[in-house]
């Protein structure tokens, strides 16, 4: 899961985000369509509503789809195409040429590929003021938030960014075998240098309170994901860029839930129950929020008072951060000064 926290000033209903995503419905690609996104009915029934609230947490679901080209295929395409030329004019393309004949080819081939589809779970706390999305990559996670700032007018939102880095915490926690108060290390993590030779030591199902770790970390090494059970309810594997992956929720979250309680509902109810809590809680562990991005405007304007407009997101954006990013809709999207690495997709949490 990537976490990103909603600018306080942004108010609106249920209903708008329904009118809003209902403009960018999904539609399976067009015979020569290479990609396709947009909304899909999070229960998965046919007309359903782009947008569910369960418990007051409101859940969408991003659809994409994509044609499957193998490059080898596409090569061997235009190379025909190429020779034909050649036999029938005497003279091989340029290069100009040879683009035109790659485009198409690929005309030629797309309506005979295959389609790929995958979906990411979206979850929004309004009362939080959280965006959570369920994918490790920070590049398709920017596709879907540059989507809603877009379509939800005045959404400013800003990578959660805390005041002691995840990697520096991890670190400590194994060094001194000191987790945070509601937290155990697990039996697995990854460290790795950060010389030039890259060097990566990796434990699974192993205990991690050994004086190897800790000469790990003494000659330079430095966690890049940890293994974390919160409060014996949630186990998860923490990264360096502050994402949350794994998640796995423990059986004493099912006590007092009988087997047939299931669906929709029951699953987004215990999955965003136990999440909204854990998420304060790592945050805290990791020092608190830091004051840049949106976290400045929450103090900005609880001191301002309602009498006063809140500035916008970018203006307060502290010097050291990331620079905002506008949408075309006059939304920000901001971040913290180190945005998190691209790791591949986990599966959904809920």
């Known amino acids: 899961m990537i976490v990103y926290r909603i600018a306080p000033q942004w108010q609106v209903e249920l209903t708008q ?8 419905p999904f539609m399976e690609c067009g015979a020569t369509q290479e990609k396709s996104l947009g909304w899909v009915p999070p229960r998965g029934d046919a007309h359903g509503p ?42 091989k393309p340029g290069k100009k040429e040879s683009k035109e004949l790659k485009d198409e080819a690929k005309l030629d081939l797309l ?30 996670a920017d596709e879907v938030v540059t989507l809603l700032v877009e379509a939800l007018p005045g959404l400013s939102v ?12 991890m670190a400590h926690w194994l060094k001194e075998q000191e987790p945070p108060v509601g937290f155990t290390v697990d039996r697995e993590c990854e460290l790795k240098s950060a010389n030039e030779e890259k060097a990566v030591v990796r434990y699974a199902r192993h205990p991690l309170d050994i004086e190897e770790v800790q000469a790990h970390i003494d000659a330079g090494k430095l966690p890049t994901k940890l293994a974390l059970t919160w409060d014996d309810r949630v186990s998860f594997m923490l990264t360096e860029g502050l994402q949350i992956k794994k998640v796995s929720f423990l059986d004493t979250v099912f006590e007092g839930t009988k087997a047939d309680d299931g669906g929709f509902d029951t699953d987004v109810a215990i999955a965003t129950g136990e999440l909204v809590k854990l998420i304060p809680d790592l945050i805290e562990a990791l020092g608190g929020e830091a004051e840049g991005g949106v976290a400045s405007a929450v103090a900005a304007v609880a001191s301002a008072g309602d009498s006063m407009p809140a500035p916008s997101v970018e203006s307060r954006a502290p010097t050291n951060s990331a620079p905002a990013r506008k949408s075309g809709a006059g939304g920000v999207v901001t971040g913290p000064a180190q945005v998190p690495v691209d790791t591949d997709p986990e599966s959904a949490p809920f």
Do not use: Y
């Open 50 to 91: 782009l947008a569910e609230s369960v418990g007051g947490q409101w859940i969408l679901r991003f659809m994409v789809e994509s044609k499957v080209l193998p490059g080898s295929v596409l090569a061997r395409r235009v190379k025909e195409k190429a020779e034909r030329i050649e036999q029938e004019t005497g003279r």
């Open 158 to 169: 800003s990578l959660l960014n805390t005041q002691t880095s995840p990697q520096a915490a």
């Open 111 to 140: 309506p005979m590929a295959f389609t790929k589809q995958g979906s990411m779970w979206v979850w929004i706390d309004t009362t939080s003021r959280l965006l959570v999305l369920d994918t490790s990559s920070q590049g398709r």
């Open 17 to 24: 985000v329904e009118e809003a995503l209902a403009k960018a």
